[in-house]
């Protein structure tokens, strides 16, 4: 039941932010969406519900976000680039990541933070070995460790600040 309710706070507050006005109808709204995910999903919510009491991490995601559309808006612009100069030369193929990550949380937010940017998407996790499998646009290295460095590094430790 407190899973329920504390994603119903953070699910209200995310809508007000998102719809950036306090008219009754959008708070209404608001609550009746809140409360159907809760209900739908709270028990799926989280395990360790004693981390949304530190604001650090609230502080660390807001950090996240800009820095996630940054790096998003260079891989659109490199990946336009090659697209309008066919003659770049492209070498696509699978790399794996090495991550220390183990909550499903902080996985899932590295899987789809690699997905989402162009020229990269993740195909599976080896969560007993910590691996991440993902498909490169233009592999730059097959090595383990400066794969890591390039495509995850600087997500994965701010990630762990926020989820584990």
Wanted: charged share 20%; hydrophobic share 50%; proline share 4%.
């Amino acid at each position: 039941m407190r899973n329920r309710i504390i994603l119903f706070i953070i699910g209200f507050f995310i809508w007000m932010l998102l719809v950036w006005s306090l008219d009754i109808q959008h708070a209404v709204i608001g609550i009746f969406v809140a409360a159907m995910v809760a209900f739908l999903t709270g028990d799926m919510f989280t395990k360790r519900l004693h981390y949304f009491a530190h604001p650090v991490r609230y502080f660390w995601f807001l950090y996240y976000v800009p820095l996630f559309i940054w790096e998003c808006a260079k891989a659109n612009i490199e990946s336009t680039y090659k697209v309008i100069h066919p003659d770049v030369p492209i070498k696509p193929g699978i790399v794996k990541i090495k991550t220390s990550l183990k909550s499903d949380a902080g996985l899932t937010f590295l899987a789809n933070t690699l997905t989402l940017k162009p020229g990269t998407m993740t195909i599976d996790i080896d969560r007993e070995n910590g691996f991440l499998y993902v498909h490169w646009a233009d592999v730059a290295s097959q090595d383990v460790e400066e794969s890591t460095r390039m495509l995850s590094r600087r997500f994965e430790r701010i990630l762990a600040r926020v989820f584990e």
